[in-house]
């Protein structure tokens, strides 16, 4: 079992440019989450798939950020234009089950928009 | 909003101390109730899953209890040791299966 596996480990970008985050989560897992981790507001939930399907995307700040997973076995976070308060540690996580089971996360990506 | 609160916010104690800390969230659709610990520079992992009113989990020395009805859940750790220093998250789904929401987390450092 590889865990989940999220790439870039670290992107620095300039302000304005689109910034692509992906994501692969464990074999077998329903749901897939996408979190922001700032020092400020801690662990924020993005959004959440269930069996590919947007579920809940409320948690998106806004407009340049959108996201996808066309397939079980891959998604993308992408914020366009990037500013740099998207700066933050962007994780991405699998359950099985949802909140019934837990969660696992990857080793997250390091954003720093400059 | 979901609001899911810890305290303290931190948590300094000698190695050998036992110790614990406080989870609440709101008591109305509740679904499960997680406990993750995050070392610096790791990622989350999980200690703990809880669904049921009363349930008491346990894996080595450390322990949880969850209250549905009142809306919190405790995590205990007996003999503290050096590397139980981490911060513990808790988080809690509103009821909705899938919209886990994490408290700001308390950092426990254990000095030897």
């Keep these: 079992d590889a865990g989940v596996i999220q790439s870039p480990r670290h992107e620095v970008t300039e302000m304005g440019q689109e910034v692509t985050l992906r994501c692969k989560p464990i074999s077998g897992h329903d749901y897939l989450f996408w979190y922001r981790q700032?020092?400020?507001?801690?662990?924020?939930?993005?959004?959440?798939?269930n069996?590919?399907?947007?579920?809940d995307d409320s948690g998106m700040p806004e407009d340049r950020f959108?996201?996808?997973?066309?397939n079980a076995s891959f998604s993308t976070l992408k914020i366009q234009p990037s500013e740099p308060r998207d700066s933050a540690v962007?994780?991405?996580a699998s359950s099985?089950?949802?909140?019934?089971?837990?969660?696992?996360f990857g080793n997250g990506t390091r954003l720093t928009v400059t | 909003i979901l609001n899911v609160e810890q305290s303290?916010?931190?948590l300094h104690v000698q190695e050998g101390d036992s110790t614990n800390f406080t989870c609440s969230f709101p008591s109305s659709n509740f679904y499960a109730l997680h406990w993750y610990r995050w070392e610096t520079a790791k990622s989350?992992?999980?200690l703990f899953v809880m669904t049921l009113n009363g349930d008491e989990k346990k894996k080595g020395r450390i322990s949880a209890t969850l209250n549905t009805k009142e809306?919190?859940?405790?995590?205990?750790?007996?003999?503290?040791?050096p590397e139980d220093s981490a911060t513990y998250l808790c988080a809690s789904d509103g009821g909705s299966q899938g919209n886990l929401i994490f408290g700001k987390g308390t950092k426990l450092s254990v000095k030897p």
Excluded: D, W
């Excluded at chain 2, 809306?71 to 040791?81: A, E, H, P, R, T």
């Design chain 1, 38 to 49: 700032t020092m400020m507001r801690g662990l924020e939930l993005l959004i959440y798939f």
């Design chain 1, 51 to 55: 069996n590919n399907v947007p579920i």
């Design chain 1, 66 to 70: 959108s996201a996808k997973m066309p």
């Design chain 1, 90 to 92: 962007y994780f991405c």
């Design chain 1, 96 to 104: 099985r089950q949802g909140s019934n089971s837990p969660l696992h």
């Design chain 2, 8 to 10: 303290p916010q931190s």
């Design chain 2, 44 to 46: 989350p992992e999980a």
């Design chain 2, 71 to 81: 809306g919190y859940s405790y995590l205990y750790i007996k003999g503290s040791q």
